[in-house]
């Protein structure tokens, strides 16, 4: 299967698509790891987009959507891949469109998961990193350490990190809405739309998730 996923900051992804790829024994193609790997790996698409970072830029569509086209040419993406954080734009959308119709193929959906706005203002908001160890992550609301602000595993100080706060996370939804949602409409006209509620446990959307997915193609 080809996949797009879609949705807002904070309807979890990043960890639903990977739970999906494996599911469906197909790789997971993010637009954060197609950037570190172009960019450790010196590749001239790396050197470019590295460029426009330094200078505090955004990356140029074409520069990301070559590193798509890249990255879904390789032999693991034969026979379909989850795409996390691409297309970002409309723009994007119709060069994958291109893109897959030059080699005779095309997307098979495009699962939306669906979050109200407060839940993912309380979800990004209530976030709260270890200052040692920034792989242990907590929750004021739904994994609260034991001490408020003290890591449970080495002690460490809890923080938020800037991009956390309530007024950058509704700042991060706007530009969600104006940029990325329109792709929703986009291949909703491509009857490829399959809305699901991202609520819940992690494994029952996932659940949820691919029971849409084989409906969907049944």
Same mark, same amino acid.
């Given at each position: 299967?080809?996949?797009?996923?879609?949705?807002p900051?904070g309807?979890?992804k990043g960890?639903?698509?990977?739970?999906?790829?494996?599911?469906?024994?197909?790789?997971?193609?993010?637009?954060?790891?197609?950037?570190?790997?172009?960019?450790?790996?010196?590749?001239?698409l790396g050197?470019?987009a590295?460029?426009?970072?330094?200078?505090?830029q955004l990356?140029?569509?074409?520069?990301?959507?070559?590193?798509?086209?890249d990255?879904?040419?390789?032999p693991d993406?034969e026979?379909?891949?989850?795409l996390?954080?691409?297309?970002?734009?409309?723009?994007?959308?119709?060069a994958?469109?291109?893109?897959?119709? !030059?080699?005779? @193929?095309?997307?098979?959906?495009?699962?939306? #998961? +669906? &979050?109200?706005?407060?839940?993912?203002?309380?979800? =990004?908001?209530g976030?709260?990193?270890c200052?040692?160890?920034?792989?242990?992550v907590?929750?004021?609301t739904?994994n609260?350490?034991k001490?408020e602000?003290?890591?449970?595993?080495?002690g460490g100080e809890?923080y938020?990190? !800037?991009?956390? @706060?309530?007024e950058?996370?509704?700042?991060r #939804? +706007? &530009?969600?809405?104006?940029?990325?949602?329109?792709? =929703?409409?986009?291949y909703r006209?491509?009857?490829?739309?399959?809305?699901?509620?991202?609520?819940?446990?992690?494994?029952?959307?996932t659940?949820?998730?691919?029971?849409?997915?084989?409906?969907?193609k049944?």
């Amino acid at each position: 299967m080809r996949i797009v996923l879609v949705g807002p900051p904070g309807a979890g992804k990043g960890t639903q698509a990977a739970y999906l790829a494996k599911n469906l024994s197909i790789p997971q193609i993010s637009t954060g790891d197609l950037f570190r790997a172009n960019i450790s790996q010196g590749t001239d698409l790396g050197k470019q987009a590295r460029a426009f970072m330094d200078a505090g830029q955004l990356v140029p569509d074409e520069v990301t959507i070559g590193m798509a086209k890249d990255r879904m040419s390789q032999p693991d993406a034969e026979n379909g891949f989850l795409l996390d954080g691409f297309p970002r734009n409309v723009g994007q959308a119709e060069a994958l469109d291109a893109m897959l119709k !030059d080699e005779g @193929t095309k997307l098979d959906a495009v699962l939306d #998961l +669906e &979050v109200p706005e407060d839940e993912v203002v309380k979800r =990004i908001a209530g976030r709260r990193i270890c200052r040692n160890e920034g792989s242990h992550v907590f929750h004021v609301t739904y994994n609260p350490p034991k001490t408020e602000g003290v890591c449970d595993v080495c002690g460490g100080e809890l923080y938020q990190r !800037d991009d956390d @706060t309530e007024e950058t996370v509704r700042t991060r #939804l +706007e &530009v969600y809405h104006t940029q990325t949602e329109p792709i =929703i409409d986009y291949y909703r006209a491509q009857n490829l739309v399959v809305t699901i509620s991202a609520l819940g446990k992690v494994t029952d959307v996932t659940e949820r998730a691919m029971e849409a997915l084989k409906s969907d193609k049944g």
